[in-house]
């Protein structure tokens, strides 16, 4: 008996030893398993990082990616803009994680709709392409950028970082390998979109002339020939059978902004502050002075007809963060739907420097707007864009630009963007559900309290009218310009006047069928913006323009 208990005794010790010995290599394995998958995804990691000289293009250190400032970047008192902040943070990094596999997928043909010139150098002093410039980080194609070039009137069309696009009718640098341009478009993978300072480009498909349709092409008025015309740097362009389409034609393909009809002559050239478009002339002037010239009087023969062209003014393009740290922290601040992005627009134009965002709006930055990324607080943009009206986000900053709108255009537009994104409009559907109505009550007092909370909490106020901004977009500018502390020439305000558009306008004028705003709606609204005006006057600003108010 003794015996069998002394075997069983001695199996059980070696199944335990033995049982022992599973879970240890168990675990070892387990160990090494994920040792080795960590050292993956850190070899990966390493391999993805872009090079330093490109960082200025994506990642910026102290920028929301930095680890020492994405907890405090991803906070926010608003839960909507905190989804969007982190839906953005993660597609951003998903880009980073796979841009190593998308380098090392081969490069398939791509069918264009134009042909292929090659790649050519490129750098901010020295562009390749002179023409005008457009940004889409998220869905940038050739076919994007050669139909852009094509409709502003251009012949080349040049893409450069995956994402940048230049037109121009010559170019100006000198070719290099075809392997330099060795990123892909953004949008459409496989196919070239230039490098660092490489620029891919493209012929536009071939229209014979006379047969080109424009976008954007739009009568300026009949305007008198400046006293000292030399000044003005108008350029003769010689014309047989001359119309107006074919001199626009002709100034295209010089890549000037402005064409000017005189008769039999045609001129091209750029707003001046001695021909600055601001005093246009009777129309009769310049039907008189197309008859015969022999035939006319002197003063008779003195007047053009202008056309603004596609061609983007080259004058102020170019566009980067302050050089030094501002110690002065400025917003921009307005109610949704009241312009914001259209002024950040001009000052961007203007000035030459990038504006920021309390906020992050990925559709802003994919279209040019790299302010956007960078950390509201950083001090390397000129201003920040912000809707907040409490007294504590008030209070951080110096000063602020505040911007005020119509509140009935302002409701509208921000009703718009909401149902249909930025350049969208809503449908009568739309405006005849609850959620109108709704909007409205909520919304209206927004309006008012964001002007009141500003006029009594801000430290230094300057008061812009969206509506004077459009009628008298250079004096407007220029009062901005001065009141952030930057010196700007008149050429450069000039310029921003004739680029004022950009890529955030509406297109058109598309309002309901029917007035979206009821009785009581336009009741509670009235009352809103006498509050608004006699606040205005209390704080020695000048009040509402006088369309605001009922009547």
């Given at each position: 008996?003794?015996?069998?208990?002394?075997?069983?005794?001695?199996?059980?010790?070696?199944?335990?030893?033995?049982?022992?010995?599973?879970?240890?290599?168990?675990?070892?394995?387990?160990?090494?398993?994920?040792l080795?998958?960590?050292?993956?995804?850190?070899?990966?990691?390493?391999?993805?990082?872009?090079?330093?000289?490109?960082?200025?293009?994506?990642?910026?250190?102290?920028?929301?990616?930095?680890?020492?400032?994405?907890?405090?970047?991803?906070?926010?008192?608003?839960?909507?803009?905190?989804?969007?902040?982190?839906?953005?943070f993660?597609?951003?990094?998903?880009?980073?994680?796979?841009?190593?596999?998308?380098?090392?997928?081969?490069?398939?043909?791509?069918?264009?709709?134009?042909?292929?010139?090659?790649?050519?150098?490129?750098?901010?002093?020295?562009?390749?392409?002179?023409?005008?410039?457009?940004?889409?980080?998220?869905?940038?194609?050739?076919?994007?950028?050669q139909?852009?070039?094509?409709?502003?009137?251009?012949?080349?069309?040049?893409?450069?970082?995956?994402?940048?696009?230049?037109?121009?009718?010559?170019?100006?640098?000198?070719?290099?390998?075809?392997?330099?341009?060795?990123?892909?478009?953004?949008?459409?993978?496989?196919?070239?979109?230039?490098?660092?300072?490489?620029?891919?480009?493209?012929?536009?498909?071939?229209v014979?002339?006379?047969?080109?349709?424009?976008?954007?092409?739009r009568?300026?008025?009949c305007?008198?020939?400046?006293?000292?015309?030399?000044?003005?740097?108008?350029?003769?362009?010689?014309?047989?059978?001359?119309?107006?389409?074919?001199?626009?034609?002709?100034?295209?393909?010089?890549?000037?902004?402005?064409?000017?009809?005189?008769?039999?002559?045609?001129?091209?050239?750029?707003?001046?502050?001695?021909?600055t478009?601001?005093?246009?002339?009777?129309e009769?002037?310049?039907?008189?002075?197309?008859?015969?010239?022999?035939?006319?009087?002197?003063?008779?023969?003195?007047?053009?007809?202008?056309?603004?062209?596609?061609?983007?003014?080259?004058?102020?393009?170019?566009?980067?963060?302050?050089?030094?740290?501002?110690?002065?922290?400025?917003?921009?601040?307005?109610?949704?739907?009241?312009?914001?992005?259209?002024?950040?627009?001009?000052?961007?134009?203007?000035?030459?420097?990038?504006?920021?965002?309390?906020?992050?709006?990925?559709?802003?930055?994919?279209?040019?707007?790299?302010?956007?990324?960078?950390?509201?607080?950083?001090?390397?943009?000129?201003?920040?864009?912000?809707?907040?009206?409490?007294?504590?986000?008030?209070?951080?900053?110096?000063?602020?630009?505040?911007?005020?709108?119509?509140?009935?255009?302002?409701?509208?537009?921000?009703?718009?963007?909401?149902?249909?994104?930025?350049?969208?409009?809503?449908?009568?559907?739309?405006?005849?559900?609850?959620?109108?109505?709704?909007?409205?009550?909520?919304?209206?007092?927004?309006?008012?309290?964001?002007?009141?909370?500003?006029?009594?909490?801000?430290?230094?106020?300057?008061?812009?009218?969206?509506?004077?901004?459009?009628?008298?977009?250079?004096?407007?500018?220029?009062?901005?310009?001065?009141?952030?502390?930057?010196?700007?020439?008149?050429?450069?305000?000039?310029?921003?006047?004739?680029?004022?558009?950009?890529?955030?306008?509406?297109?058109?004028?598309?309002?309901?069928?029917?007035?979206?705003?009821?009785?009581?709606?336009?009741?509670?609204?009235?009352g809103?913006?006498h509050?608004?005006?006699?606040?205005?006057?209390?704080?020695n600003?000048?009040?509402?323009?006088?369309?605001?108010?009922?009547?």
């Amino acid at each position: 008996m003794a015996k069998p208990l002394y075997r069983l005794q001695r199996f059980l010790r070696r199944t335990q030893l033995f049982l022992l010995f599973l879970g240890v290599a168990y675990i070892m394995a387990g160990s090494v398993l994920l040792l080795q998958r960590a050292n993956l995804v850190v070899t990966q990691r390493g391999a993805t990082s872009p090079p330093l000289s490109s960082l200025g293009q994506g990642y910026q250190p102290g920028s929301p990616l930095d680890d020492r400032t994405g907890t405090r970047w991803l906070m926010s008192r608003n839960l909507e803009i905190r989804h969007l902040r982190r839906r953005w943070f993660h597609s951003l990094m998903t880009e980073k994680d796979m841009s190593q596999v998308e380098r090392s997928t081969p490069r398939r043909n791509v069918p264009q709709k134009g042909s292929y010139m090659g790649c050519f150098l490129d750098n901010s002093k020295e562009r390749a392409l002179r023409g005008s410039v457009s940004t889409d980080f998220r869905k940038m194609t050739s076919t994007m950028c050669q139909d852009t070039c094509s409709a502003s009137g251009y012949q080349f069309a040049g893409l450069e970082y995956g994402s940048e696009c230049y037109c121009g009718n010559h170019i100006t640098s000198l070719r290099v390998r075809d392997e330099e341009c060795n990123l892909d478009c953004k949008g459409e993978k496989g196919s070239p979109c230039g490098g660092v300072g490489r620029l891919s480009v493209f012929t536009v498909e071939d229209v014979l002339p006379g047969q080109r349709r424009y976008r954007n092409v739009r009568y300026r008025g009949c305007f008198r020939e400046p006293e000292n015309s030399s000044s003005t740097s108008l350029v003769h362009v010689l014309q047989p059978n001359l119309t107006s389409q074919s001199c626009i034609e002709a100034c295209m393909n010089k890549e000037f902004p402005l064409a000017m009809l005189r008769s039999s002559d045609c001129f091209c050239g750029y707003a001046t502050t001695d021909f600055t478009l601001h005093e246009p002339a009777e129309e009769e002037h310049c039907s008189q002075s197309n008859t015969t010239e022999a035939s006319l009087p002197s003063t008779l023969q003195r007047f053009y007809q202008v056309y603004q062209t596609p061609v983007q003014d080259s004058r102020c393009t170019e566009r980067k963060f302050l050089p030094e740290k501002s110690s002065s922290l400025v917003a921009l601040s307005s109610f949704p739907g009241a312009g914001n992005t259209w002024v950040r627009h001009l000052i961007e134009l203007a000035t030459g420097y990038y504006t920021g965002s309390y906020y992050f709006d990925g559709t802003l930055y994919n279209r040019g707007f790299k302010g956007e990324k960078d950390y509201w607080k950083s001090g390397r943009t000129i201003c920040v864009k912000t809707h907040e009206s409490g007294r504590r986000e008030i209070e951080m900053y110096d000063s602020v630009i505040l911007l005020i709108r119509s509140p009935y255009r302002s409701l509208m537009a921000e009703f718009n963007r909401k149902c249909a994104g930025h350049l969208g409009y809503a449908s009568d559907q739309h405006w005849k559900t609850k959620e109108w109505p709704e909007f409205v009550g909520s919304y209206a007092s927004w309006w008012a309290s964001h002007v009141l909370d500003w006029l009594r909490f801000g430290r230094r106020v300057l008061v812009v009218h969206f509506e004077e901004l459009q009628t008298a977009l250079v004096p407007q500018l220029r009062s901005i310009t001065s009141f952030l502390n930057t010196t700007v020439t008149e050429d450069k305000l000039l310029c921003a006047e004739s680029n004022q558009d950009g890529h955030f306008k509406r297109s058109g004028v598309r309002q309901p069928t029917f007035d979206p705003f009821t009785p009581d709606m336009r009741g509670l609204i009235d009352g809103l913006i006498h509050a608004v005006d006699q606040a205005l006057r209390d704080s020695n600003h000048t009040g509402l323009p006088l369309e605001y108010l009922p009547r």
